[in-house]
């Protein structure tokens, strides 16, 4: 299948890596990257970039019209694909999960103003955006949608972020680790998948998230690629749970942003430092390790702490 080329998705970008010496990691001996994915697009930031790429560009080239995905009310998947659609001439269609009075915050208002058009629902409803007969009702609602799964994780997804650490990136630093946030896992499941010699670990920001190693897997066979045991999981960066926030955490991320010119964000990238600090304090890397972190974007999401 040929793909629309799309100046959205060239895929010549340039990405910046950058290094940072935290006094916690020349304590333990480790050489510390950043890659800032989120300077990758202004408004389809981090890893959405990547996860979107093949979905739309197949959708593009099948001559798909409309696009459907789910998220939450600051949903940084919802916000990218809205102007990731506008930009491509692809309708989308947003399921959310809550109320409409959420309507007004700065994420949904954006998608809005992007032509997304946005139904709410339940938790109970939202809980189904999986089952089979439910995507079928959406189906007849939205003929001939193209139903993509929260937080864009699927084969297409895991293809794209495959792209994201190039061997040419782990070879030029010197790498030995990855590390990065992870939500569903596509992303992760991407970086492993394509970085065979690389640790990759993944810090989920949900709590009780140990079913995502059998979710890693399932996606890893669906878009067949590599799946070997270079990768793990730490449980302990949620923090009390998803887009749970806590005054620390707050001081944290603005000490980084001051000391290191580095914006994270209170959901996912921001708590991944935390616990990365927490975990080169525990010895969790070798001295002599080259560890890259994963900036995954979600810098939109920081202007819900303001409406809090
Ligand atoms: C900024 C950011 N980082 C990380 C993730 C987690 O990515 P994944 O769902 O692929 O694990 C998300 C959500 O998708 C996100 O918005």
Known sequence: MTLCASPMFETNKELPVVQLELPESKEAGVDLFVLRLDKIDELVSGNKWYKLKYNLMNAK???????????GAYSNHIHALAWAGRELGIQTVGVIRGEPAYVDNPTLMDAVRWGMELVFVSRAEYRRRSELDYLTE????????????????????????????????????????????????????????????LQVVGIPVLKGAQ??????????????????DNWGLDFDGHYGGYAKVSPELLSFISDIKQRYQLPLDQIYTGKMMFRFIEMLKEG????????????????????????A
């Open 211 to 228: 079913f995502l190693v059998k979710d890693i897997q399932k996606l890893m066979q669906d878009a067949d690629v590599r799946c070997d």
């Open 138 to 197: 959406l189906q007849n609602v939205y003929g001939g949608v193209l139903i993509i799964p929260e937080g864009g994780s699927n084969a297409l997804a895991v293809k794209g972020a495959a792209e994201i650490i190039t061997d040419r990136m782990r070879l030029d630093y010197g790498l030995t680790h990855v590390v990065l946030p992870c939500g569903t896992g596509g992303t992760l499941a991407g970086i492993a998948s394509s970085q065979p010699r």
């Open 61 to 71: 080239a099948q001559g798909i019209t409309r696009v459907l995905s789910f998220g």
């Open 284 to 307: 969790a890397f070798y001295s002599g390790s080259r560890v890259l972190l994963v900036h995954t974007g979600g810098l939109q999401g920081l202007r819900s702490l303001s409406c």
